[in-house]
């Protein structure tokens, strides 16, 4: 678009490597609070977790 960058192809395979971790890394994090909101505003676990594990 605005030739900023060089074209995915042509970057090391550090940065594709790089941009793999950070990816990675930013999901679980969102996952992590996600979580967390919504125990804070349901009360309740997340639906893959049994109620009676969550609550032992």
């Given at each position: 678009?605005?030739?900023l960058?060089?074209?995915v192809a042509e970057w090391p395979?550090?940065?594709?490597?790089?941009e793999?971790?950070?990816h990675i890394f930013w999901f679980w994090?969102?996952?992590?609070i996600r979580r967390d909101l919504r125990n804070r505003i349901t009360g309740q676990p997340d639906?893959?977790?049994p109620l009676?594990?969550?609550?032992e």
């Open positions: 678009m605005l030739g960058t060089p074209p395979l550090y940065e594709h490597i790089s793999l971790v950070g994090m969102i996952e992590i639906p893959e977790v009676k594990e969550a609550t």
